[in-house]
């Protein structure tokens, strides 16, 4: 019998709260088990030579299935 995937990523959109986000994650059925702040960068190029420089970051929590 195949384990069915209780696991789920859920991601603050650009225009989205942290509490607009939980709500949205209460009433799909998960709970978030883990918060995790994830780093965006701009890759540039200066003189032939590729830089990343940091532009912002990404709210993601780690959910599971009630």
């Known amino acids: 019998m195949p384990k069915k995937n209780t696991r789920k990523r859920y991601e603050v959109a ?3 709260t942290i509490d607009q986000c939980l709500n949205r994650m209460k009433k799909d059925g998960y ?6 702040e994830e ?12 830089n990343f420089e940091p532009v912002g970051r990404t ?5 599971v299935k009630q």
Do not use: L
């Open 59 to 63: 709210i993601v929590f780690h959910a």
């Open 31 to 36: 709970i978030p088990v883990r918060r995790s």
């Open 14 to 16: 650009e225009n989205e």
């Open 39 to 50: 780093p965006v960068f701009r890759e540039t190029m200066e003189n032939g030579e590729k």
